[in-house]
């Protein structure tokens, strides 16, 4: 695709949330699939009137996939402002980078219950969300 010349090219912090994003989609990929064959094609196909409670990889893949959409509101929040205020910096840049691989880090440290270490990974990856917000207030 050809860019304008008058059209702004992705901002390592678009490009950190593009990627967090596409990491979302792998882990519910990944939680689908594990899910499925926790529970069978049945029980993932019905309306699931009678909530399903999945145990095991599933179930932490599961949580790990929705903390990640909790941990990406306020991440994408903090990307938008630095980006539509033009006020990215190296250190905006690092925080995406940071965030990006703690979201990484975090799947398999949950998966394998790396305690304490998936709360270590979590919190560094929050720590450069705060950095993105108050980066943003600067």
Request: aromatic share 10%; glycine share 6%.
């Amino acid at each position: 695709m050809q860019v304008r010349d008058d059209e702004q090219q992705m901002t390592p912090e678009l490009t950190a949330l593009t990627l967090a994003a596409l990491l979302q989609v792998l882990q519910f990929v990944a939680y689908s699939v594990a899910a499925n064959l926790q529970v069978g094609p049945k029980t993932a196909m019905s309306p699931r009137d009678k909530p399903v409670h999945l145990t095991g990889t599933a179930g932490r893949l599961q949580r790990a996939m929705n903390n990640h959409f909790e941990g990406l509101i306020l991440f994408g929040i903090g990307v938008m402002v630095i980006t539509y205020s033009g006020q990215n910096t190296d250190i905006t840049a690092l925080a995406c980078a940071i965030y990006l691989i703690a979201r990484v880090l975090y799947v398999p440290a949950y998966v394998f219950g790396l305690a304490p270490w998936r709360s270590v990974i979590w919190f560094v990856g929050f720590l450069a969300t705060l950095t993105l917000l108050i980066a943003a207030l600067m």
